[in-house]
């Protein structure tokens, strides 16, 4: 069982940076793949990017050149450095981890979740 706790979520203007980070409970942090969802009103939870155990990484293509998805394991915490952000990134951001293999790009192939956190673009 893995519990997850976002933070880090606000408000900033068109160009501006956030970094969101993700807690997780639990010894077994380090073989977890991670991830980062979105979800803007009446749309879809999309990925955004994803972690594996060993460091293999996966990036959106809304998103390749501005996030930077990372992995402490001594921290048990996933971070989301979030640079040069657009008014279209305004969402709820959500922190999964699943224990299978691969990088995941499915909501459905995450068991665990956080509840999320809030991201506003101002343009």
Not at 48 to 60: H, L, M
Request: net charge positive; proline share 3%; aromatic share 12%.
């Amino acid at each position: 069982q893995v519990q997850l706790v976002e933070s880090g979520g606000g408000l900033v203007q068109a160009g501006g940076s956030l970094r969101l980070s993700c807690a997780a409970s639990g010894r077994t942090f380090s073989t977890y793949n991670m991830a980062w969802f979105h979800q803007a009103p009446g749309k879809e939870r999309d990925i955004v990017a994803a972690i594996s155990w060993f460091v293999r990484i996966y990036y959106a293509d809304s998103v390749k050149g501005r996030f930077t998805i990372s992995r402490d394991n001594g921290k048990n915490t996933v971070y989301l450095q979030m640079n040069s952000l657009k008014p279209e990134d305004t969402a709820v951001y959500y922190c999964a981890a699943r224990g299978s293999a691969g990088l995941g790009q499915d909501p459905t192939e995450y068991p665990y979740w956080g509840q999320g956190t809030q991201v506003t673009v101002s343009s």
